[in-house]
């Protein structure tokens, strides 16, 4: 059966936490950061179980500020 | 698989659009406004039509869309986006019109530049967002604003009796005979904003093929007037903004014809 790997990376400085792209994810992939900042002072989103991605770009496509890019392999 | 096997350029099967600058928006976090301008940037693209397409920054929180989208930009006095709009049409017949405005922009100060654009049928788009509130200002209530809402004008809510109904500039629209295609979208979730994509691309196609004014109104969300985290919003604006202003094509006159 085809395997579906996808992985995401999000432009640090760009993101404004607002937590809409960890509510779109399906698989529960991203996380905000609990400590960490960026440079605005906003905790920023980041994949945190980066192997359940299926790279079906729900996030990005709901994202305010288009700060993520998201990549897919289908393994056959 | 490895993260830095996958992440390589014949992989990416979404990237920011060509045509947003690497400005960082000033919107606040969670804002619709970045959404839609993704979406605008994206569909100018597929369409070709980066040297063709002429957009009016309203005022109001959009104020700085020409910062955002790379396209021409002409800013338009408050409310008066679709005048001007119908200028830069008539005077550049080949050119795609696209106004943005905002609800307070286009339903109170701008009802009459509006709704004269859309009788004369001027071939021009117009992209309204309708957050019921005055973002910029500081959340005051605007025309859109929903009964019961809390606003900074009306602290205890809207009262019907003292600030009258909630305006539906779609259904106004509609039934003038100049618009060609009316539609209410949103872009809460991914298969909104797939849709409000294809309602802006059909408009953009309607104006490009001369057939009148295309309307194009998005719900959206303001969650630093509305004072709650975007994700609330969200489910606020399903539950109550849904409600009083549905979402689908109101008027469509290829499907009629």
Same mark, same amino acid.
């Given at each position: 059966?085809?395997?579906?790997?996808?992985?995401?990376?999000?432009?640090?400085?760009r993101?404004? $936490?607002?937590?809409?792209?960890?509510?779109?994810?399906?698989?529960?992939?991203?996380?905000?950061?609990?400590?960490?900042?960026?440079?605005? $002072?906003?905790?920023?989103?980041?994949p945190?179980?980066?192997?359940? %991605?299926?790279?079906?770009?729900a %996030?990005?496509?709901?994202?305010?500020?288009? %700060?993520?890019?998201?990549?897919?392999?289908?393994?056959? | 698989?490895?993260?830095?096997?996958?992440?390589?350029?014949?992989?990416?099967v979404?990237?920011? @659009?060509?045509?947003?600058d690497?400005?960082?928006?000033?919107?606040?976090?969670?804002?619709s406004?970045?959404?839609?301008?993704?979406?605008?940037a994206?569909?100018?693209?597929?369409?070709?039509?980066?040297?063709?397409a002429?957009?009016?920054?309203?005022?109001g929180?959009?104020?700085?869309a020409?910062?955002?989208?790379?396209?021409?930009?002409?800013e338009?006095?408050?409310?008066?986006?679709?005048?001007?709009?119908?200028?830069?049409?008539?005077?550049n017949?080949?050119?795609?019109?696209?106004?943005?405005?905002?609800?307070?922009?286009?339903?109170a100060?701008g009802?009459?530049?509006?709704?004269?654009?859309?009788?004369?049928?001027?071939?021009?788009?117009?992209?309204?967002?309708?957050?019921?509130?005055?973002?910029?200002?500081g959340g005051?209530?605007?025309?859109?604003?929903?009964?019961g809402?809390?606003?900074?004008?009306? @602290?205890?809510?809207?009262?019907?009796?003292?600030?009258?109904?909630?305006?539906?500039?779609?259904?106004?629209?509609?039934?003038?005979?100049?618009?060609?295609?009316v539609?209410?979208?949103?872009?809460?979730?991914?298969?909104a904003?797939?849709?409000?994509?294809a309602a802006?691309?059909k408009?953009?196609?309607?104006?490009?093929?001369?057939?009148?004014?295309?309307?194009?109104?998005?719900?959206?969300?303001?969650?630093?007037?509305?004072?709650?985290?975007?994700?609330?919003?969200?489910?606020?604006?399903?539950?109550n903004?849904?409600?009083?202003?549905?979402?689908?094509?109101?008027?469509?006159?290829?499907?009629?014809?």
């Open positions: 059966m085809a395997k579906i790997h996808g992985a995401v990376t999000i432009e640090r400085e993101c404004k $936490g607002c937590d809409l792209c960890v509510v779109a994810c399906p698989c529960d992939v991203l996380a905000l950061q609990p400590k960490e900042v960026n440079d605005r $002072g906003y905790h920023f989103a980041y945190a179980k980066e192997e359940a %991605c299926i790279g079906c770009a %996030c990005a496509m709901v994202c305010p500020d288009a %700060c993520i890019e998201v990549y897919k392999v289908i393994v056959k | 698989m490895k993260r830095e096997d996958i992440i390589k350029p014949e992989n990416k979404y990237s920011r @659009p060509r045509l947003l690497d400005n960082i928006m000033h919107y606040c976090p969670g804002c406004h970045g959404v839609v301008h993704k979406i605008v994206e569909v100018i693209d597929e369409l070709g039509l980066e040297e063709h002429i957009g009016i920054a309203p005022v929180c959009a104020v700085f020409y910062n955002y989208i790379d396209c021409d930009w002409v338009a006095a408050h409310g008066r986006a679709p005048a001007l709009a119908t200028a830069v049409s008539r005077l017949p080949d050119k795609v019109v696209f106004t943005y405005q905002g609800d307070g922009d286009l339903a100060i009802t009459a530049e509006t709704i004269h654009a859309c009788t004369r049928g001027e071939n021009i788009v117009i992209i309204m967002i309708n957050n019921g509130i005055y973002g910029m200002t005051q209530m605007s025309p859109c604003t929903l009964e809402a809390k606003t900074a004008t009306t @602290p205890y809510g809207r009262r019907v009796d003292l600030n009258g109904f909630p305006l539906r500039v779609g259904n106004v629209v509609s039934i003038l005979d100049g618009t060609c295609y539609t209410r979208q949103a872009v809460h979730t991914t298969a904003v797939r849709k409000a994509k802006i691309r408009a953009f196609l309607n104006a490009r093929a001369k057939k009148g004014t295309s309307f194009v109104e998005i719900v959206g969300t303001c969650s630093s007037g509305w004072k709650m985290s975007p994700e609330k919003s969200n489910k606020w604006m399903e539950e903004m849904f409600a009083h202003y549905p979402l689908g094509d109101i008027k469509d006159t290829d499907k009629t014809e």
